[in-house]
């Protein structure tokens, strides 16, 4: 059974970078797309990006300047960083495996981070 | 960015009722569309993909239809487990896919 798990600092200072990791166990990414998505309460889940297992990447336009997604393969992992954060960016955030540039299979649980001083 | 309206917002219903969910795209998005299913605190679940497709492990009283714009996701028979919120995403344009706002089903 695939599953996917979110890590990282649950608190994030405003203007600093936002760093988290998605560990993939139970099948290979190699052949996915690897997506971040987050949400905000009451809202519906706002895509940030993917990485394709060949580094490939692509980024929502409205947060493109400040994201970066990498792959590490031989770790099965992904990872996310937003940079320059402010409160608006405090949201649960989770990382999601699509088999092409469609729906979202498996997803993580999701991990709350937050922004404040 | 494709807009995706989902109504109603709120939906009372009891156990057996026959529910009905509508997404809108703001612009054609063939049968590119998904469904899922969300409860509170934990990930979207996903039931339906390409408008129609049952996605494998769910229960076959989750249906839906449609196309372009418009389209429907179905509850036969609703179950205790089936209240939660529902969301629709597009994914033709996949720069950025794009997600309703979400339809909470309720108990009566």
């Known amino acids: 059974q695939v599953q996917l798990q979110e890590s990282g600092p649950g608190l994030v200072k405003p203007s600093e970078t936002l760093s988290l990791t998605c560990t993939v166990s139970?099948?290979?990414?190699?052949?996915?797309?690897c997506n971040w998505i987050r949400q905000t309460p009451g809202e519906g889940p706002e895509w940030i990006g993917y990485i394709y297992y060949s580094g490939s990447t692509d980024y929502n336009p409205s947060l493109k300047s400040r994201v970066a997604i990498s792959v590490d393969t031989s770790k099965n992992q992904f990872s996310l960083k937003l940079n320059s954060v402010t409160a608006a960016d405090t949201a649960v955030y989770y990382c999601a495996r699509s088999p092409s540039k469609g729906s979202f299979d498996y997803w993580g649980q999701g991990t709350l981070v937050t922004v404040s001083s | 960015d494709i807009q995706m309206t989902q109504s109603p917002s709120t939906l009372s219903a009891s156990v057996g009722d026959r529910v009905t969910i509508t997404c809108r795209a703001s612009q054609s998005v063939s049968s590119w569309l998904a469904w899922y299913q969300q409860k509170p605190g934990k990930a979207p679940k996903l039931l339906i993909y390409?408008?129609?497709s049952l996605e494998s492990g769910v229960p076959s009283r989750f249906s839906g239809s449609g196309s372009g714009t418009e389209f429907t996701l179905t509850i036969s028979s609703l179950q205790p487990d089936d209240f939660a919120t529902y969301y629709c995403q597009q994914y033709n344009d996949y720069s950025p896919t794009t997600f309703g706002q979400g339809t909470k089903v309720e108990i009566k």
């Open positions: 390409k408008a129609s």
């Open positions: 139970g099948g290979s990414i190699s052949g996915y797309y």
